[in-house]
């Protein structure tokens, strides 16, 4: 099995400054990693993910991860952030695998931008 | 990119009747959707995996004759909440996978039901 913690329930930060959202995670297979993003009343949106290669991981938007496999860790940093991050950020593992396997989600980090 | 739609967005119902949810894949085939649920300051619980032509296969604690969920084609599939009573209000969110990557899940913009 996997679980996900992700410590910070909300983390208000002022509009250019930088931020980190932390996730660890556990488990005694080989995992996927996630980000996903979710605007108010929205799905959920694929930020970035890890499969294997480069530990580091970059999004469009000028967020980016990176995968720590002694830390189990996950964390999403942007180095200047914008009022339109303001968003809950959802980190996820699923076990690697050739097939589908069950993807669990951790609490949520409300990002709030301060302008 | 993969997009997946649910309708509607918002539905308000009395206690006692049933709502129908669908989660629709626009421009790819899915032969598995999942349904989620998203309480307040919490993150998604899945409910179920809809597989097409087949039962959906439902998670613990979840009731699959409160839950109905269907499958019918490879683009559609359909969650009904019968006899909803005020605790099932909740927002709930559809996903679907692409045979490749199959670890990728798309997710549709969720459906807030309220029940009065």
């Known amino acids: 099995a996997q679980s996900v913690t992700q410590l910070d329930s909300q983390v208000p930060v002022f509009e250019e400054a930088p931020v980190e959202l932390r996730c660890n995670y556990s488990s005694s297979v080989s995992v996927y990693l996630f980000w996903y993003v979710q605007y108010p009343n929205q799905g959920l949106q694929l930020l970035l993910k890890?499969?294997?290669?480069?530990?580091l991981v970059e999004s469009i938007n000028g967020f980016e991860a990176e995968f720590n496999k002694s830390q189990t860790s996950f964390h999403l940093r942007k180095p200047s952030v914008h009022i339109s991050d303001t968003a809950e950020y959802f980190c996820?593992?699923?076990?690697?695998?050739?097939?589908?396997?069950?993807?669990?989600f951790g609490t949520g980090t409300k990002l709030q931008v301060i302008p | 990119g993969a997009v997946v739609s649910q309708h509607p967005s918002r539905v308000i119902c009395k206690s006692g009747t049933s709502v129908k949810i669908e989660c629709r894949s626009l421009?790819?085939?899915?032969?598995?959707m999942f349904w989620y649920r998203q309480f307040p300051k919490q993150s998604l619980m899945l409910m179920a995996t809809s597989n097409e032509g087949s039962k959906a296969t439902y998670e613990q604690g979840v009731e699959k004759d409160k839950f109905l969920i269907n499958h019918a084609s490879l683009t559609l599939s359909t969650l009904t909440v019968t006899s909803a009573h005020p605790e099932d209000s909740s927002f709930y969110i559809c996903?679907?996978?692409?045979?490749?990557?199959?670890?990728?899940?798309?997710f549709g913009p969720g459906t807030r039901l309220t029940v009065t």
């Open positions: 890890y499969l294997s290669g480069s530990t």
């Open positions: 996903s679907a996978i692409l045979a490749d990557p199959v670890h990728e899940q798309y």
């Open positions: 421009d790819f085939q899915a032969t598995t």
């Open positions: 996820a593992v699923s076990p690697f695998s050739g097939g589908y396997q069950k993807v669990t």
